[in-house]
């Protein structure tokens, strides 16, 4: 069974910084590429990360990039999101979630963490 | 890719019918996904490529559609349909997700 466990989230200050985790299980995780998708309160999805399966290469959405770092360890099954100089407006559920081999739309999801910026 | 879901609501009655439509800015041929989400619930994926539905997902959930036009119909409504749905399109990068329509019980 493929489980994608998100942690790390929680009550930042703006300009403070987190570290997200997304333990994987059930599948062999380095041959997926995976993403981060956010979706802030009462709002869509909308995804601000995304790395192929060796991490090789990532992407950032515009209103991400320069604060956020996606990576991963493929030897511990793990996603990581760095996420730096937070804003309100960075205020989600952040979900992570896996990519199936040929395509870039997600088969599974986590069940979210929820990040809050506030002072 | 500017992804645009009608409508932004839509109600209806258990047991109807219901059809969601999404709208692509150019055409994204037939890689087009619909996610279901259920209140506190990360999203589940319910269609891809347009038209062929995710392991599990009960027959009633259908997908049509090519190019910028795509549409989700769901046939005779249960009670655990009335949640958002959004579509997400998966042939241009960045990928993008469209805005969501919410099915509530008219």
């Known amino acids: 069974e493929v489980q994608l466990v998100e942690s790390g989230g929680g009550l930042v200050q703006p300009g403070g910084s987190l570290r997200l985790s997304c333990a994987a299980s059930?599948?062999?995780?380095?041959?997926?590429?995976m993403s981060w998708v956010r979706q802030a309160p009462g709002k869509g999805l909308e995804r601000v990360s995304g790395?192929?399966?060796?991490?090789?290469?990532?992407y950032y959405a515009d209103s991400v990039k320069g604060r956020f770092t996606i990576s991963r360890d493929n030897s511990k099954n793990t996603l990581y999101l760095q996420i730096n100089s937070l804003r309100a407006e960075d205020t989600a559920v952040y979900y992570c979630?896996?990519?199936?081999?040929?395509?870039?739309?997600?088969?599974?999801w986590g069940q979210g963490v929820l990040v809050t910026v506030s002072s | 890719v500017v992804m645009t879901q009608s409508p932004a609501t839509l109600s209806v009655s258990p047991g109807e019918g219901a059809t969601l439509s999404c709208r692509a800015s150019?055409?994204?041929?037939?890689?087009l996904a619909w996610y279901q989400q259920k209140p506190g619930q990360a999203p589940r994926l319910l269609i891809y490529?347009?038209?062929t539905r995710a392991t599990d997902i009960p027959a009633r959930f259908s997908g049509s559609g090519s190019g910028t036009e795509f549409t989700l119909t769901i046939s005779s409504l249960q009670s655990e349909d009335f949640v958002v749905y959004y579509c997400?399109?998966?042939?241009?990068?960045?990928?993008?997700f469209g805005g969501g329509t919410k099915v509530e019980i008219k």
């Open positions: 790395i192929t399966d060796s991490g090789g290469s990532t």
């Open positions: 059930g599948f062999t995780f380095s041959n997926y590429g």
């Open positions: 997400q399109q998966y042939n241009n990068w960045p990928l993008s």
């Open positions: 979630a896996k990519r199936v081999a040929t395509a870039a739309y997600f088969d599974f």
């Open positions: 490529g347009s038209s």
């Open positions: 150019q055409s994204v041929s037939s890689n």
